[in-house]
């Protein structure tokens, strides 16, 4: 089913949860409504499910109008940061619970009903627990429950908010795993919110980035991290360090530091940079002389993480470099060394710009 979301608002009081929002999300897409706590996810996700009235704008799923439409006649599913199961119930009733409560007329019958909650247990890997009660789950569990429950009226559309919020990290991303199957294997339109960029970039087909009730950028992952719209998603995306200083004929300098910053205007500029595009080496070079202190380091991982410090940095940098670089350069915390920037971002240009100060003589 797919979703339109034409020019929804909504104020709380003096509060601008939304600004006008448009949004077209396709049939069978996973959509990540990404941003800060405050940034109008919750809000935004409430009125596409009828639990909450917009102040203007329309909602449609496919051609139909769903705007003035109940929660109950919308076909969602739902799953929330607390799983939500009655405690009371068995892990089979918890899941056969929408199809018990229909009107007669159309309930299932409970031959149909018990498979179909068969069915869905096993999806989730689960069908051993039917007779269990909620608290003698884990929480991953649980959340698992909560979404064979939700799964189970069919619904044309899957809404979740922060459903792995509260989980540990592993347990997380197993379940993002789940989802992301269950998504493939069902063909439901999922719109889910989040506040973790890993977690958006890893599930979504398309990330919608907000912001203060506006949208910043709706782009697939590879897009958003490559291409991001501005200073907001790219800071919002990852870790980002800073380098400011006088610009005057294609250098930047900051105290004894200075850089080649090919095509950029002089005066007073800020450039932005990941961990991985600041390389390290024992000597400064024709096009960067950046002297720094390694003042911390961390060897775990698929790289090697470090923190860089100098007279000349406001905040320190942090750098993310190979293992096999790290031994070459023999590094300690205290070692001297010299950064050399392989790319350089600015975003106080009409457009994005990055620089390859590397790349150019
Ligand atoms: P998010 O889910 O991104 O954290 P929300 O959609 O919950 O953000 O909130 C967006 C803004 O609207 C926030 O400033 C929040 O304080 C406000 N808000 C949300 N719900 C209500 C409410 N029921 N009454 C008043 N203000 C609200
Ligand atoms: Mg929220």
Redesign the pocket.
């Known amino acids: 089913m797919s979703i339109r979301i034409s020019q929804i608002d ?1 104020r ?2 003096r ?4 600004e006008p929002i448009d949004l077209d999300i396709h049939d069978g897409e996973l959509i990540g ?1 990404l ?12 009125i596409v499910a009828g639990l ?1 009235q917009a102040d203007g704008g329309s909602i449609h799923f496919g051609d139909r109008d769903v705007t003035r439409v109940h929660v109950r006649d919308r076909r969602i599913g739902f799953v929330f940061q607390h799983y939500a199961l009655f405690r009371h119930m068995t892990v089979f009733d918890n899941v056969a619970f929408g199809l018990t409560a229909m009107p007669r007329a159309r309930r299932p019958s409970s031959g149909e009903i018990r498979g179909r909650v068969m069915q869905l247990l096993e999806m989730v890997r689960l069908q051993d627990f039917a007779q269990r009660f909620p608290a003698q789950l884990s929480g991953g569990q649980q959340q698992r429950v909560s979404l064979a429950r939700a799964l189970a009226l069919q619904p044309d559309v899957l809404l979740l ?2 459903p792995f919020g509260a989980l540990d990290a592993k347990v997380r991303q197993e379940l993002r795993r789940w989802l992301r199957h269950l998504h493939e294997e069902l063909h439901f339109t999922s719109l889910f ?1 989040t ?1 973790d960029q890993e977690e958006a970039l890893e599930l979504s087909d398309r990330v919608v980035v ?1 912001s203060n ?1 506006r949208v910043e950028q709706i782009a697939t992952p590879d897009t958003l991290y490559r291409q991001p719209a501005n200073q907001f998603v790219f800071e919002f995306l990852g870790d980002v360090n800073r380098l400011e200083g006088d610009v005057e004929d294609e250098v930047l300098t900051c105290g004894d530091a200075r850089v080649a910053v090919p095509g950029v205007e002089n005066g007073r500029q800020e450039l932005l940079l990941r961990p991985h595009e600041i390389w390290l080496g024992e000597q400064p070079d024709a096009r960067a002389h950046l002297p720094v202190s390694v003042t911390a380091v961390v060897p775990v991982g698929a790289e090697v993480r470090l923190e860089l410090e100098a007279d000349w940095l406001g905040e320190p940098w942090l750098a993310t470099i190979g293992h096999a670089e790290f031994e070459r350069l023999d590094v300690k915390r205290g070692k001297r060394l010299f950064a050399q920037p392989s790319r350089l971002h600015r975003f106080d240009t009409p457009r994005p710009q990055t620089l390859a100060p590397l790349a150019t003589s």
């Open positions: 909504k709380y009081g509060t601008r949860a939304l409504l941003g800060p706590s405050g940034s109008g996810k919750t809000t935004l996700l409430r909450e908010d922060e919110v506040h907000m009730g």
